[in-house]
């Protein structure tokens, strides 16, 4: 399977990434850690996450998973041999309003 990332879950990543360790380093490798491993996961069971409900997702968009991970929600779907990852969240945001942002893939950036 080829992990791909939306421009809005590479920034997440990032964001959440550069927040951990401005505040504590070790945290930091531990969670960059952590999600590399749930990718790993992912990539083996790529159906391994929950469908989200439809009604939820703008345009009644369908298929769309998450996979938890530390105290975020990696969201992502499954097409043939790609996962698309579109957004990597933390589990206190307004998650509710963001899941009308997710983008549909395809992405162009390839892991």
Avoid: C
């Amino acid at each position: 399977m080829n992990i791909r990332y939306s421009r809005p879950a590479r920034i997440d990543i990032d964001s959440a990434f550069t927040y951990i360790m401005e505040r504590n380093p070790q945290t930091a490798m531990e969670w960059i850690d952590a999600y590399d491993t749930r990718i790993a996961q992912l990539k083996k069971f790529p159906f391994l996450g929950q469908s989200v409900d439809s009604n939820l997702l703008r345009g009644g968009q369908r298929d769309l998973r998450l996979l938890s991970f530390d105290s975020y929600i990696v969201f992502y779907y499954v097409a043939d041999d790609d996962i698309f990852i579109s957004r990597v969240l933390h589990k206190k945001r307004d998650l509710t309003h963001l899941l009308m942002t997710i983008e549909v893939p395809p992405y162009e950036v390839p892991e």
